[in-house]
């Protein structure tokens, strides 16, 4: 399969260290957490501002490339479904996508929340919600 | 910065050829198109079906990935702006997000739309949509 190179255009500093203490979506009671840029998008990041609804798109770096059947949750009692058909993290490309709040900015740092993703994820976009009530 | 290695799991199928045809978002007139996937993925597709709404995440192979500012809709009337605050495909990870509904499934093949990614577009994952008012 063809593949292309993403670059980690930041990272998350985060209470949350591992996966079985992460909620599985941000609002299931995940806390807020800090974006920490590189300096080279320092210009991309410029006019994000508190208050700010935006899509956070990660590399979850831990996930299992490999699996293409899921129990969704891990619960035992569901059917496996294929991983195109849930949001774990375990797929070919673990992208993870996060809605959540712009809460501050300092410089090439971001305040925003909730977020489910671990401490250390690599983020690699940051995109405007469209329209606030029908993104996620 | 750090890079990872993210995968085609097939491409877009679209009458869309290029960018200065293609509207800037799914809902402004784009056509359905057929996504092809790599039998490699044949079990993580299985449990998509008509009717489904989901996110298609692409790799917009054809954007400029140096860019950090632009004028959104390329509008010379609007200020310049960091490109983590604009949809614009040019951006140091050209990831396109597209809230579609899925309109047909033939084995490998699957018939979603509206989708605004032009012809050839690599597709590199697929997402339920986690709430249908919420989300796109």
């Given amino acids: 399969m ?6 980690s255009i930041g990272s998350v500093e ?3 260290i591992d996966r079985v203490q992460a909620p599985r979506q941000g609002d299931e009671g995940a ?13 991309a990041i410029r006019d994000l501002t508190p208050g700010a609804e935006v899509m956070v798109l990660t590399w979850l ?3 299992d490339r490999t699996v293409l059947r899921t129990r969704p949750r ?17 797929r070919p490309n673990p992208i993870g996508l ?5 809460l501050a900015t300092d410089g090439l740092r971001m305040l925003v ?6 401490d250390g994820t690599p983020v690699i ?11 996620r």
């Fill in 2 to 7: 063809t593949s292309f190179e993403v670059v």
């Fill in 14 to 16: 985060s209470p949350l």
């Fill in 31 to 43: 806390p807020d957490a800090w974006l920490t840029f590189e300096p080279a998008v320092a210009d």
């Fill in 61 to 63: 770096d831990r996930a």
């Fill in 74 to 90: 891990d619960d035992p009692a569901r059917p496996a479904l294929g991983v195109f058909s849930t949001r774990s993290p375990d």
């Fill in 98 to 102: 996060h809605r959540v709040r712009v």
């Fill in 113 to 118: 929340g909730p977020l489910e993703a671990v």
């Fill in 125 to 135: 976009d940051i995109k405007p919600v469209l329209d606030q009530a029908t993104e």
